[in-house]
T-cell receptor, first 115, second 112 residues
Framework: GAGVSQSPSNKVTEKGKDVELRCDPI?????LYWYRQSLGQGLEFLIY????????KSGLPSDRFSAERTGGSVSTLTIQRTQQEDSAVYLC?????????????FGPGTRLTVL | DAKTTQPNSMESNEEEPVHLPCNHS???????IHWYRQLPSQGPEYVIH???SNVNNRMASLAIAEDRKSSTLILHRATLRDAAVYYC?????????????FGTGTRLTVIP
C-alpha cells in the first residue's frame, strides 16, 4: 500500500519568503507528526495531530511556524518569513493511533534550503 | 525527554552479527524501547520495539536487560543495506507519548 508522501521533495527559497510543505499520511492513520532534521543532527519534534483533538504544538520553534490538518488527513506545515536557520529536512510521520507503542511511518522528507 | 546514550559510530564486517548497545538508566516502568534506523537520504524506519521481554522480528532482535536500564539491538548478519544511523528511543506516558525523541544515534558502517 501507499506510504507517507511529502511534497515538494526539495524547496529552495529566499530569506523572508513563506513556504508550505505538504504531507499525505497513510490512509486510516489518525496520528500525524512533523519533525525537522538539521544536517548531521537527530530529529526535532515540531507538532503532532491526533484525530479531532487540539494539536500538540509544543515543539514549534517560533510563531513563524504553523501547521494544519484538514479533514483528518492531509497536513500542511507553513513557515512564514523564512530564515537561513530554517534550512533542514522536514519529515512527516503517521501512525495508526496515538500511543507509546505505536510504530510511526515516515515520509521521505522535504529538503528546505533558505538562501 | 528521557535520555538514551548510544555510541556515535560502529563498524561491522559484512555477514557478521552486529550488537548495537543503548543505555537508558532513567527509564520508567511504562516506557517502551523503540529502535528506528535511517538510511542515507531517507526518513527513519521502524526496526523493533519492546517493553520487558526480548523481541524478535524479521529485521532484528532486541535484548532488554533485566533491570531495563540498557538494551541491545542485534542484527544477525549485517549486509551493506544495513548501513544506517540507528536510533534508540524511549516512549511512554512519562517521556511524552506524542512524539519520539531522536538523539544522534549510532552510525553503523558495514565493511564489505
Amino acid at each position: 500500500g501507499a506510504g507517507v508522501s511529502q511534497s515538494p521533495s526539495n524547496k529552495v527559497t529566499e530569506k523572508g519568503k513563506d513556504v508550505e510543505l505538504r504531507c499525505d499520511p497513510i490512509s486510516g492513520h489518525t496520528a500525524l507528526y512533523w519533525y525537522r532534521q538539521s544536517l548531521g543532527q537527530g530529529l526535532e519534534f515540531l507538532i503532532y495531530f491526533q484525530g479531532n483533538s487540539a494539536p500538540d504544538k509544543s515543539g514549534l520553534p517560533s510563531d513563524r511556524f504553523s501547521a494544519e490538518r484538514t479533514g483528518g488527513s492531509v497536513s500542511t506545515l507553513t513557515i512564514q518569513r523564512t530564515q537561513q536557520e530554517d534550512s533542514a529536512v522536514y519529515l512527516c510521520a503517521s501512525s495508526l493511533v496515538q500511543g507509546a507503542y505505536n510504530e510511526q511511518f515516515f515520509g521521505p522528507g522535504t529538503r528546505l534550503t533558505v538562501l | 525527554d528521557a535520555k538514551t546514550t548510544q555510541p556515535n559510530s560502529m563498524e561491522s564486517n559484512e555477514e557478521e552479527p552486529v550488537h548495537l548497545p543503548c543505555n537508558h538508566s532513567t527509564i520508567s516502568g511504562t516506557d517502551y524501547i523503540h529502535w528506528y534506523r535511517q538510511l542515507p537520504s531517507q526518513g527513519p524506519e521502524y526496526v523493533i520495539h519492546g517493553l520487558t521481554s526480548n523481541v524478535n522480528n524479521r529485521m532484528a532482535s532486541l535484548a532488554i536487560a533485566e533491570d531495563r536500564k540498557s538494551s541491545t539491538l542485534i542484527l544477525h548478519r549485517a549486509t551493506l543495506r544495513d548501513a544506517a544511523v540507528y536510533y534508540c528511543i524511549l516512549s511512554g506516558h512519562q517521556t511524552g507519548a506524542n512524539n519520539l525523541f531522536f538523539g544522534t544515534g549510532t552510525r553503523l558502517t558495514v565493511i564489505p
